[in-house]
């Protein structure tokens, strides 16, 4: 699942003609960088959510046969918030585990190394500090992931997901996604990995064209 349902704020004003996930990064959408990626890592199913100028999502990637995918959707009519967009997808998503990705990142993070401990509700993609996030979110120690501690690492908006984990939301409710992770992480249903490489946030104009200079520069691709 890719999330894509953003009003992508900070953004603006490029977000109020065009959805977050259709501004162009090196030269095209940032989440065809995601169906790329998902493609080359074998996945065939992809879900994206969508609510702000959804409509234009689905015209620009129709239903993904392009990458050589099937993409359904699932809008959003109002705000639902990561978990409750979630949940909202959950009869697309399937009774197994599933990967989602938030659709505001650009990375390489090897998708198709991604899985679910025996056990275990989640397994999320830990990323050194950001300059915009630098207290982090949770800790990794000795291969396992707390709520406090020293040294903490951001959550890179990367998981794997197994459907439990959101069996007290209902569908069409508001939901945060942070809650339903420390909970998880409390109850010791969570593992969690490191990763070292590439790795950004377009929260803002400036991160995305800084990002855009970086990649125009430059002969590879990030997963080549």
Same mark, same amino acid.
């Given at each position: 699942?890719?999330?894509?349902?953003?009003?992508?704020?900070?953004m603006?004003?490029?977000?109020?003609?065009?959805?977050k996930?259709?501004?162009?990064?090196?030269?095209?959408?940032?989440?065809?960088?995601?169906?790329? #990626?998902?493609?080359?890592?074998?996945?065939?199913?992809?879900? *994206?959510?969508?609510?702000?100028?959804?409509?234009?999502?689905?015209?620009?990637? @129709?239903? @993904?046969?392009?990458?050589?995918?099937?993409?359904q959707?699932?809008?959003? #009519?109002?705000?639902?918030e990561?978990a =409750?967009?979630?949940?909202?997808?959950?009869?697309?998503?399937?009774?197994e585990?599933?990967?989602?990705?938030?659709?505001?990142?650009?990375?390489d993070?090897?998708?198709?190394h991604?899985?679910?401990?025996?056990?275990? &509700?989640m397994?999320?993609?830990?990323?050194?500090?950001?300059?915009?996030? /630098?207290?982090?979110?949770?800790?990794?120690?000795?291969?396992?992931?707390?709520?406090?501690?020293?040294?903490? &690492?951001?959550? /890179?908006?990367? @998981?794997?997901?197994?459907?439990?984990?959101?069996?007290? *939301?209902?569908?069409?409710?508001?939901?945060?996604?942070?809650?339903? &992770?420390?909970?998880?992480?409390?109850?010791?249903?969570?593992?969690?990995?490191?990763?070292?490489?590439?790795? #950004?946030?377009?929260?803002?104009?400036?991160?995305?064209?800084? &990002?855009?200079?970086?990649?125009? =520069?430059?002969?590879?691709?990030?997963?080549?």
């Amino acid at each position: 699942m890719i999330l894509a349902a953003g009003r992508g704020e900070r953004m603006r004003p490029l977000t109020d003609h065009t959805p977050k996930p259709l501004l162009p990064v090196g030269e095209k959408p940032l989440i065809v960088w995601h169906l790329e #990626h998902l493609a080359q890592a074998g996945f065939k199913e992809v879900v *994206i959510n969508h609510a702000h100028l959804g409509s234009q999502i689905e015209a620009a990637l @129709g239903d @993904g046969a392009t990458w050589g995918l099937h993409i359904q959707y699932s809008p959003e #009519h109002v705000a639902l918030e990561t978990a =409750g967009g979630i949940v909202n997808a959950l009869e697309l998503l399937g009774s197994e585990p599933f990967l989602v990705v938030n659709g505001d990142v650009f990375t390489d993070i090897p998708f198709e190394h991604l899985s679910l401990a025996p056990n275990k &509700l989640m397994h999320l993609v830990l990323i050194d500090n950001p300059p915009q996030h /630098s207290q982090g979110d949770f800790v990794f120690e000795n291969e396992i992931i707390k709520l406090e501690g020293d040294s903490k &690492l951001t959550f /890179s908006g990367v @998981g794997v997901y197994h459907p439990a984990l959101f069996a007290e *939301i209902k569908r069409g409710e508001p939901a945060k996604l942070a809650p339903i &992770l420390r909970q998880a992480i409390a109850d010791n249903k969570a593992t969690a990995e490191h990763f070292k490489g590439v790795w #950004h946030d377009i929260g803002t104009p400036e991160r995305l064209m800084a &990002l855009n200079q970086q990649l125009l =520069g430059l002969s590879w691709k990030p997963w080549s």
